[in-house]
Nanobody, 124 residues
Framework: QLQLVESGGGLVQPGESLRLSCAAS????????IGWFRQAPGKEREGVSC????????NYADSVKGRFAISRDNAKNTVYLQMNSLKPEDTAIYYC?????????????????WGQGTQVTVLS
């Protein structure tokens, strides 16, 4: 089974940064596009960013453009989401998933199972 494990969340002040990691368990990530998603309390899960298997294509939600950066290190079998200038509205559980990274992130359709996610809390 293709399993992804998210880590790196935490509790921060507005304006601070976090780096999330998405690691693959038991398979190689290098042939897959990866998307980051988040779900805030009482809201639906939404696409945040994605990166193609080569790393040549990246897309972002308008709400995080210019603040978040997605990257991948295929040698470490890991995809990262660098989150800068965090805002209280970024508070959510963040998940990664296997995707075809094309078009707007709101249309991402992840396949495979979800991991447990990692909690990001930005104090208000």
């Amino acid at each position: 089974q293709l399993q992804l494990v998210e880590s790196g969340g935490g509790l921060v002040q507005p304006g601070e940064s976090l780096r999330l990691s998405c690691a693959a368990s038991g398979f190689s990530l290098d042939v897959y596009g990866i998307g980051w998603f988040r779900q805030a309390p009482g809201k639906e899960r939404e696409g945040v960013s994605c990166i193609s298997s080569s790393g040549g294509t990246t897309n972002y939600a308008d709400s995080v453009k210019g603040r978040f950066a997605i990257s991948r290190d295929n040698a470490k079998n890991t995809v990262y989401l660098q989150m800068n200038s965090l805002k209280p509205e970024d508070t959510a559980i963040y998940y990664c998933g296997l995707v075809h990274c094309s078009g707007h992130v709101s249309y991402l359709d992840p396949f495979g199972s979800w991991g447990q996610g990692t909690q990001v809390t930005v104090l208000s």
